[in-house]
């Protein structure tokens, strides 16, 4: 709120009919104009009394005049050939996303960071929202090698905070990382009753499922496709914490038609001449891949492919003529939805590489040292330390180093299979990234050694390890009482379907007690 707007003095009209009519001098309303201008640039400030005074006077036609066409958009774009509009429309969805939000979430497709980042959205928080913080979230993480996204969650990092996320209900990755960053920024907003957190991004991204996966139910409505959601939607993660979701917007680039569509930002059924699309398709795949998913052996060329495929999935027209669109609209589908093994590598730098070898072996540390890191199926359970931890810095550099020792890369399971040539980076500096993760287990002392192997010890058998140590004589370090009540959960046996009964004839279970009595 203002301290005080000054108001210029009035002189009453002596003429008839002064009561209505009111003269200010010149000086006094250019003061009022300059005080008012400043007050609605700063975004900390909101005029809260109103003035007597005509606004519509000082606000200056010439700045909210009608733009002519060709201001915003060249001649080629507009008129030519492959042109896309007549006039400009402005998408103003994810203006006012930002607007009502403290914290903005860009989430980004793992397989294409960088063409799936809107830069005109950044831009415009840098020049009109610098107040805000942005995050950056690399959804999909299951459709990449473990080592890409690694790697591109280093190189965004000294940009904005990146996190590696795997959007599922069931089965998430990343989720205990990110409820713990949002707590750390509603600590920040402690002025604040509640925060509100906006996912902004291309169409199909994956925000409503980010949304579901942090709410462990399914609150927004999702698909494969993009467009599914159209309207907004608030929803209540914690209690002074509040989520937004909105449509994905795509701002006007240098972008081909087949790139938007290989993207997934249209769907497939509204594309016209899908085999288009297909000879970019199948440089971006690599032909083990499509011959292995589509059971084609060789081919000639493009339109050499989609007929086999198309003969082999028995889709023909009328006279035995392969179904080429029907055919090309399937294989862009499989793209979109991650059937197709497929990545963008990522640039190799050899710092960057260094710091992600010390932010894995970071990580680890971190993960021997706290016992109940990351609990992915319920609320993380370390986020008060965190929060305190962090809760005298402010920034995205001190975020940062709180990401790089809270993920653990190694819990990220790939759900897509790819050949060995794809899941090790073929380069040097890589190797020196594994070389530097030896010299610092050096200080590791024997308890997280022996945590260590623990860790590599998949499944049921890390389990029994647990129960085994919980049962000896001298345990190493004094459980909480959630440790304690999650190892009880575990010893517990699930009644699940079939396994609700010990017996699988329940009916006649007594039949033999019977028997033995008479």
Known sequence: MLPHVPVPAVVANPGFGSGN????????????QDELGKALKDPYQVVMKQTKLPITLLNESAKHKRYHVLDTEDFASTFGPKSRRKRPVLKTCNLEVIDSSDVVIQVLDARDPMGTRSKHIENFMKKEKPHKQLIFVLNKCDLVPTWVTQRWVTILSPEYPTMAFHASITNPFGKGALINLLRQFGKLHEDKKQISVGFIGYPNVGKSSIINTLRSKKVCKVAPIAGETKVWQYITLMRRIYLIDCPGV?????????????????????????????PELMKRVKKEYLAKTYKVADWKDEMDFL???????GR???GGEPDISTVAKMILNDFQRGKLPYFVKPPVDESKIATEGEATSNSEKVENAVPNKE????????????????????????????????????ELKVGVEFDEEDLEPKNEGSNKGEDALPNEEE??????????KRKNVPGNRHKKRKRTQS????????????????????????????????EKNVKNRNRN???QDL
């Open 513 to 515: 007690r019977r028997q």
């Open 307 to 313: 007929e086999q495929y198309a003969r082999r999935s």
């Open 375 to 410: 609990a992915p199926e319920n609320m993380p359970q370390n986020a008060e330390s965190d929060g305190n931890s962090s809760a005298g810095t402010s920034g995205a550099n001190a975020t940062n180093t709180q990401l790089a020792e809270v993920q653990d890369f190694s």
């Open 471 to 502: 049962e000896g004589s001298v345990p190493e370090k004094k459980l909480t009482s959630k440790q304690r009540r999650r190892l009880m959960l575990q010893e517990k046996k699930k009644k699940i379907g079939v396994h609700f009964y010990a």
């Open 443 to 452: 200080h590791v002392s024997e308890n997280d050694e022996e945590s260590l």
């Open 21 to 32: 009519t009111k003269v200010i001098g010149q000086s006094a309303l250019q003061r009022f």
């Open 250 to 278: 795509v701002y006007p680039s240098g972008d081909t038609d087949t790139e938007i569509v290989l993207k997934g930002v249209v769907r497939v059924e509204n594309v016209q001449d899908p085999e288009d699309h297909i």
């Open 316 to 318: 023909l027209i009328k």
